[in-house]
């Protein structure tokens, strides 16, 4: 054992004397390439004395480095995330001007735009040069990683929790349905799913399960870790007796969301015993967290959700690492915008401004944060770490769900399952990593680009408000306006618009192919006669266009209705209605999914979605995206469930896994399970039905 400490120790010093060769070299290239570079006091300096100055000043740069930068980062906590890639090059730029300053004899000199570019070449070649020395060395990685999280646990004081029983990872891939991920794992795109399903000794099951009417992160993630998405109704929705918009995205929202959850249930979460959230919208209950939403709202020494950063970027390696691959997505992204853009692909929307920016922030930043913060937490013995993989879902929405694009996010993330799997083999407890996503994603043009307006001029123009231009002008435009003016026994004219109705204008809000539609000025939830005495064409406008499916709405007289194009009518109040009528379409399960939504307290006046093909699939979103989710509708409605046949099943045989609370008490289950004595399910069970195998898949 002492010898191999010995080796080790011998192993990374040969690495430092490398790189510190390798960024001396670096330096004299540059010192000769840049003119306000320089490493010599004047021109008649000697070969001899200007190489030994770039030892130094490369000595002290990567001395400074190891030294200022854990603390350098603390402090760019407080910035908001995606200010901190850029801020990186400017403190390795004011590093290296520090270094040059320590150089005898005031050798070294640069202008400070200049040292900005020296420090990020530098630390390029550095880290490259680092990673080419330990690309092979698992011990060199692990030790690393254990370095980082022994500290962050001596920080944190308490037990590691190792007591011999396994742990469990619950990893989210998000947005990644269930036949998005089968077909990826028979095409090569996903080895290690391939491996867990197909492999000569396949360890894991794969079924699909089906989600609420929203079928979006928000209420199926506040289902899963809390176990309650009573009244989220869509990722956004309008409350009448606060007059607020809640958008799940939002700090405060989300946690507006996890309290209600926990007091409906009167329970913390699925990781309120020694669990770690990572890179969620909520904490499920636990104690470690890293990019949680809910709590980002938080001030103070409780708010932990960005101690992830400064555990990830206080190694200037990996702070480095991210940086250039951050670049490199950026020019990734506007690369494959462009090469759409001449190649006249379709459906297709915008994708500059930030969009770059933000995408190479989900695909690279969050998931290079969360696998460090995941790895930190299986080496020291974490009992439940729930995690989230955002980089598909972002990339499908703007791309397309089954793009080339978002086909190689699938691969990037296969290397993390890899390498999360790779490092379970050798830490202190075993652990069962079970994979699932929180929805699909359903393709399809845009509600706009296909009919020329938006959700909200068409509720504007059937309530015979004004309406912008352009959509006034498209034929969806002109046949509301008619509407209304047939309606209230006008005929069609092109004049100025008719105004009816309250004095507020209608709330219209979108969450993927869902619609949501409030009236202010009518007291808790507005009636379908409330509304045609309003609006007398508005109902009969929305449910007869051709890109929408179906509306919700609550009748005085008939109570709950599903209303349809031509006058189709279903009663969802009368005993035994089903998935008839203009529900048929939506598949299984849409009547009670649209039941349950029915009874929420905060169910918009109108509820909307789209149009759907059941051959192909295809949606229309009303926001500007080709890919999407929150309604029903094809794919974004089936995700999958992954897990090892050391679990039991998640649900008997012949039954299907039904909402995303439904999941929570499977999840819950298998945490119980693993806190006892381990009875394993023999892996020759196979896949039947729709645990099938890869090589099933056509």
């Avoid at 670049?327 to 990734?332: D, M």
């Avoid at 393709?443 to 909200?456: H, N, R, S």
């Avoid at 203009?582 to 009670?592: E, I, K, R, T």
Wanted: with cysteine; charged share 20%; hydrophobic share 40%.
């Amino acid at each position: 054992m002492r010898a191999g400490r010995w080796r080790r120790a011998g192993g990374t010093l040969l690495r430092v004397i490398a790189v510190w060769a390798v960024s001396t070299l670096t330096m004299l290239a540059l010192a000769g390439i840049l003119p306000d570079f320089q490493l010599k006091a004047d021109n008649d300096d000697s070969i001899t004395r200007i190489a030994l100055t770039a030892v130094w000043g490369a000595g002290a740069f990567g001395l400074l480095g190891a030294l200022v930068w854990p603390l350098a980062v603390r402090a760019l906590l407080l910035v908001p995330a995606l200010v901190l890639g850029v801020l990186v090059f400017f403190l390795n730029g004011s590093l290296l001007l520090i270094a040059l300053r320590l150089i005898p004899d005031g050798r070294g000199e640069s202008a400070p735009e200049t040292a900005v570019v020296v420090a990020a070449v530098m630390s390029a070649v550095a880290s490259a040069t680092s990673g080419a020395l330990t690309v092979r060395d698992d011990d060199a990685y692990r030790h690393r990683i254990s370095r980082l999280a022994e500290r962050r646990r001596r920080r944190q004081g308490g037990d590691d929790g190792r007591t011999g029983l396994p742990g469990t990872l619950f990893l989210q891939l998000d947005g990644v349905g269930h036949d998005v991920l089968l077909r990826a794992a028979a095409a090569g795109l996903m080895p290690t799913v391939t491996h867990w399903l197909d492999g000569p000794e396949p360890t894991h099951r794969l079924i699909p399960w089906r989600t609420d009417w929203s079928s979006q992160t928000g209420a199926s993630q506040l289902g899963i870790l809390h176990g309650s998405n009573h009244d989220v109704p869509a990722f956004r929705w309008y409350e009448k007796e606060t007059g607020e918009i809640l958008v799940s995205s939002r700090p405060a929202s989300a946690a507006r969301m996890q309290r209600r959850a926990i007091e409906r249930t009167k329970d913390g979460g699925l990781l309120t015993f020694d669990g770690a959230s990572r890179g969620n919208l909520f904490s499920g209950g636990a104690d470690q967290l890293a990019l949680v939403l809910s709590i980002a709202a938080r001030r103070g020494k409780s708010n932990r959700s960005r101690a992830g950063y400064f555990t990830y970027f206080s190694d200037p390696a990996n702070t480095v690492r991210t940086a250039m691959s951050f670049v490199a997505e950026v020019c990734r992204e506007i690369g494959q915008s462009t090469r759409a853009r001449l190649r006249g692909d379709t459906p297709r929307i915008k994708r500059g401004g930030l969009y770059p920016f933000i995408r190479a922030f989900a695909t690279v930043v969050e998931r290079d944060v969360v696998v460090a913060a995941v790895l930190g937490d299986m080496l020291v013995g974490r009992t439940a770490v729930y995690a989230d993989l955002v980089g598909y879902d972002e990339v499908a929405h703007h791309s397309g769900p089954h793009s080339p694009d978002a086909r190689k996010v699938l691969e990037r993330l296969d290397r993390s399952l890899a390498l999360i799997a790779k490092l379970a083999e050798r830490t202190p407890r075993a652990y069962r990593i079970v994979l699932l996503s929180d929805h699909g994603q359903s393709p399809g043009e845009t509600f706009a680009g296909a009919y020329g307006l938006t959700l909200a001029d068409l509720v504007r123009a059937g309530c015979g408000l004004p309406v912008p231009r352009g959509a006034a002008r498209s034929r969806s435009g002109a046949e509301a306006r008619d509407a209304v003016r047939i309606a209230l026994h006008r005929p069609p004219a092109e004049g100025g618009e008719d105004q009816t109705g309250p004095t507020t204008d209608p709330v219209v809000l979108a969450s993927g192919n869902l619609g949501l539609i409030s009236f202010p000025d009518i007291g808790g939830r507005a009636t379908s006669e409330q509304i045609d005495r309003l609006h007398p064409a508005l109902l009969s406008t929305l449910a007869n266009h051709p890109g929408i499916g179906f509306l919700l709405v609550r009748s005085e007289e008939f109570g709950t209705l599903v209303l349809g194009a031509n006058g189709a009518r279903l009663r969802l109040d009368d005993p035994g209605v089903g998935d008839t009528g203009p529900l048929a379409v939506f598949g299984p399960g849409a009547a009670d999914a649209v039941r349950r939504t029915d009874g929420f307290p905060h169910v918009a006046d109108i509820m909307v979605n789209s149009w759907h093909d059941p051959v192909s699939g295809r949606v229309h979103a009303f926001e500007e995206q080709i890919g999407s989710h929150g309604g029903l509708g094809g794919e974004q409605g089936r995700p999958f469930l992954l897990s090892p046949f050391t679990l039991s099943r998640p649900v008997a045989e012949g039954h299907e896994l039904i909402g995303a609370e439904q999941v929570h008490r499977v999840l819950r289950r298998w945490l119980r399970e693993c806190q006892g004595p381990q009875v394993p399910v023999p892996a020759t069970e196979g896949p039947r039905r729709e645990e099938r195998a890869v090589h099933d898949i056509p």
